[in-house]
């Protein structure tokens, strides 16, 4: 990018040269006037457009991109005759193809928007009073300046394309060794507790599908639908794991209209601990073969670092605006780390982190993700889930840790104490939005006497 930048820095240099001020001003003076009508025709288009709008909401949409892209028609024809001012302006375009990344919109979708963009200038200017030759130079230089910022913009998404592909790899290596094993045993212990509440209910002969959770939101479900993508990414066994799934839904279904029916009753539930079996057999073999492979997870708490952070928000973003599962992130802090360093030194520290991480650990669901982002600072992030229930989990961590007897030697216990910021996904195509949300009310929590959690203030848009 850096040799690309250079040639983008002197095309625009030479765009706002002092020959072409008077252009740029003339270009600046019949189109801002029309740059919000612009941004609704161009949100409109994409909006009517089946594939366009898939990656796009309506709320969002008429809250905060229309007046975005406002100020980004604004901007893009004002006379800039200092480097530095070029030097910024470049960089706000870097800037917009790296959110294109994050949101993975295709580049196709990109340059159909410039494409309405470019449309609606050509039109103004066609329908201002300005002198054929004057119209001539500003349609010209509209183009250069137009196509010079979508290139940069594609060339900043390209390079995050090809970083994010390699994390991708690189979290799919760490996801196949990162305690497997011990997921495993937790999901086998998940599968067992389901069946034995699904067999009280039909000794109860009260079975029906608002009685249970279902077993996609149990948390052998949510690993396989939410997980088991990164450690099995391209092995048949992901589509065996999700036609069981599959064929467990279709036999509940069947075992509640059986009812009644002993004979019936039996056959199916056979069925049902025959596919359960199934499923801790092919989870315990995979174990074995991918339990030596150990990469990419933080050596002291063993769990997932910063790396794979936007690997997995942006699948959760996907679910999130596709799939209708919303998900929520919790950032944990722990209050007055510094002291407990200084106090008792960074060895004593390290062991209350690694304590932190186990109570975190077995106060979420084997389908969510907890990262370390450094220091004493955490962040957890829940799938298929409601602005009420990621305030529960993040008070229930927040008692948890406070109960807990952190010990630094046998005879030695500390109190610990975190402050939490939750944040719910409301439906914008970029996670930084939410990750935002979550980190202003964590700083909330902690600016307002620590210990306590912060939930951030949105409305969902649906």
């Known amino acids: 990018m850096k040799a690309s930048k250079s040639l983008y820095k002197q095309i625009l240099k030479t765009t706002h040269s002092p020959d072409n001020k008077e252009t740029l001003m003339l270009i600046q003076h019949h189109t801002k006037p029309h740059s919000e009508a612009m941004a609704k025709v161009f949100y409109r288009t994409m909006l009517g457009n089946n594939y366009a709008a ?5 709320d969002v949409v008429k809250a905060r991109l229309t007046m ?3 100020h980004w028609l604004n901007e893009v024809f004002v006379y800039r005759p200092l480097e530095a001012d070029i030097e910024s302006f470049l960089l706000v375009q870097v800037k917009v193809g790296h959110i294109h990344a994050r949101i993975d919109l295709p580049v196709s979708l990109v340059n159909y928007g410039m494409f309405v963009i470019k449309g609606e200038l050509m039109r103004h200017l066609k329908e201002s009073d300005l002198e054929r030759e004057s119209l001539a130079d500003a349609l010209i230089l509209a183009n250069t300046i137009l196509d010079c910022l979508l290139a940069a913009i594609n060339e900043s998404y390209q390079g995050d394309l090809v970083v994010n592909e390699n994390q991708n790899q690189a979290f799919r290596l760490h996801a196949s060794a990162h305690n497997l094993a011990f997921e495993c045993e937790r ?3 998940s599968l067992s507790e389901w069946m034995r509440e699904l067999m009280i209910s039909v000794r109860k002969e009260n079975l029906n599908m608002n009685n249970i959770p279902t077993i996609r939101h149990s948390n052998f479900g949510l690993w396989i639908v939410h997980k088991a993508m990164f ?12 036609q069981i799934l599959d064929d467990i839904d279709e036999n509940v279904h069947e075992l509640a209209e059986a009812l009644g029916d002993k004979n019936q009753v039996d056959e199916v539930v056979k069925r049902l601990n025959s596919l359960i079996t199934n499923s801790i057999w092919l989870l315990g073999n995979l ?11 933080d050596t002291l708490t063993h769990l997932l670092n910063r790396r794979y952070l936007d690997t997995v928000l942006r699948q959760e973003t996907d679910f999130s605006l596709h799939k209708n599962m919303l998900f929520g992130l919790v950032y944990v802090d722990i209050d007055f780390f510094k002291r407990v360093n200084d106090n008792y030194g960074h060895n004593n520290g390290d062991k209350i982190l690694v304590q932190i991480a186990e109570v975190l650990t077995n106060n979420v669901r084997t389908g969510d993700f907890i990262f370390r982002l450094g220091g004493e600072e955490f962040l957890i992030i829940l799938g298929d889930i409601t602005i009420e229930t990621v305030a529960r989990v993040a008070e229930k961590i927040r008692m948890s840790i406070e109960n807990h007897a952190f010990m630094i030697d046998k005879n030695r216990s500390l109190d610990v104490t975190v402050s939490l910021g939750t944040a719910v996904h409301d439906g914008h195509p970029d996670y930084a939005q939410t990750m935002k949300l979550a ?13 306590k959690v912060v939930a951030a203030e949105q409305s969902i848009a649906t």
């Not at 048949?236 to 999700?242: A, H, Q, R, T």
């Open 54 to 58: 898939g990656f796009l909401n309506h």
């Open 68 to 70: 975005s892209m406002v």
């Open 187 to 189: 999901l086998r212990t």
């Open 231 to 242: 450690y099995l990414h391209n092995r048949v066994e992901l589509g065996s794991l999700n």
């Open 287 to 297: 174990a074995k073969e991918m339990i030596d492979e150990n990469s990419g997870k």
């Open 439 to 451: 980190d202003e009310a964590l700083y909330q929590a902690k600016e307002s006497g620590r210990n």
